[in-house]
């Protein structure tokens, strides 16, 4: 069954922004790549927790959003058009007798591959869902988990459900997007940073705390109004919503890849100067890599991923040599210029 399958180089476990980049310097090395991703959306932690923020610690760049900056990871990951699957959390794998590894999804589809590059972060990212019994007839639609794309809500009444300092960063963001903005959330007081309460609380943005949403109205997958109740009380108010983004918290989790064998450490992946795990052929870079004076910072990422591919390249010719390629050299690129 697994000789039916492509046969990939290297398969990169997550499309964050370290996989992301791991997958330009994949196919910079001439590897046949594919990248696959759980969410819906390439770019891991960077748009789902903070697209509107501003990241000033890449080298080079003096400021970008985390929505350009992914749009720009994205763009540089397709430039030799790796192979990219979606909405696959890659749960089973197995080492064949040839030495591929055979990936299986939480769907049952296989993937087969010479080499695998874990780029999983902390594991799956997973929103804790609105528990409306007719939330799920306007996912994807009009009730939103997270923003990609802050224009998107421009000139739309939106409600932030949440407390937390992300609910209040998008409230402070889209306010001088949006047509509207309310921020509902079931406690008195606000759990995130003060000041930016204060700024929020000073701006145009409706806050009705402690209120919580009891029921979404609407159509065909689009919300019209949205009933909310003081907590507490009977008070009900209805309000014109058009968009409702709920930030409720969210569940990471590596789920079996902590039982695939590799040695683990505290909840990461144990790895050497080669990014190589314990079992050999696969490497894990970015946040869930670990060694000693390991940093979590995405430009730290960015020299694991080439050292990495480096090695999983030597996996699979250990005659190659092992070097680190200019991008200004690259013959296939400078035709690009
Ligand atoms: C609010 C916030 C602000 C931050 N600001 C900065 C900053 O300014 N500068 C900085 O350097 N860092 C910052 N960080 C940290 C930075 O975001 C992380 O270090 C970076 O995202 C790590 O990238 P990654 O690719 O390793 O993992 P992630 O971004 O976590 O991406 C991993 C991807 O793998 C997917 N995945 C996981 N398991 C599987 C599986 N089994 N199958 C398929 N897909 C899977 C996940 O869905 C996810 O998309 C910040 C983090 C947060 C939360």
Redesign the pocket.
């Known amino acids: 069954m697994s000789r039916e399958l492509e046969l990939y180089d290297v398969t990169i ?8 980049f791991t997958a330009f310097y994949s196919g910079m090395r001439e590897m046949k790549t594919k990248i ?4 819906p959306f390439l ?4 748009p ?3 697209p509107e ?1 501003i ?4 080298g080079g760049i003096p400021h970008i959003s985390g929505e350009e900056f992914t749009e720009n990871l994205i763009e540089q990951a397709m430039t030799f058009d790796p192979t990219v699957v979606l909405e ?4 089973k794998m197995k080492r064949l007798d040839d030495g591929t590894f055979l990936l299986t ?1 939480h769907n049952g589809t296989n993937h087969l591959t010479k080499t695998v590059i874990l ?7 997973q929103s804790v869902k609105l528990d409306l019994p007719e939330a799920n007839h306007f996912e994807g639609t009009s009730l939103h988990y997270h923003i990609n794309k802050l224009n998107s809500y421009a000139g739309k009444h939106v409600l932030i459900s949440g407390g937390g300092n992300s609910a209040i960063d998008w409230a402070n963001e889209l306010e001088p997007i949006a047509e509207t903005v309310s921020v509902v959330y079931r406690k008195p007081d606000f759990s995130g940073i003060e000041s930016n309460i204060t700024k929020m609380k000073n701006s145009s943005v409706r806050v009705f705390s402690p209120f919580e949403m009891i029921e979404l109205k609407g159509s065909n997958g689009q919300i019209s109004s949205v009933v909310i109740k003081e907590v507490g009380s009977n008070k009900l108010e209805e309000i014109t919503i058009d968009s409702v983004i709920v930030n409720h918290g969210f569940i990471i989790d ?2 079996s ?1 902590t039982e695939w064998g590799m040695v683990m450490n505290n909840g990461t992946i144990q790895v050497n100067h080669t990014m190589a795990t314990s079992i050999p052929g696969i490497f894990a ?4 890599a670990n060694y000693e004076g390991k940093l ?4 730290g ?1 960015f020299n694991e991923g080439p050292i990495a591919v480096n090695h999983a390249k030597l996996h699979i010719a250990p005659k190659e040599e092992l070097k680190p390629i200019y991008s200004t050299n690259y013959e296939p690129l400078m035709k690009n210029n």
């Open positions: 476990i997550g499309g964050g922004p370290v996989g992301l696959i991703e759980f969410l770019g891991g932690k960077v789902y927790f903070y923020k990241i000033r610690d890449v696959q959390q890659i749960t999804s780029a999983t972060g902390y594991g799956t990212l590596l789920g890849i870079v970015g946040d869930i979590n910072l995405i430009a990422g």
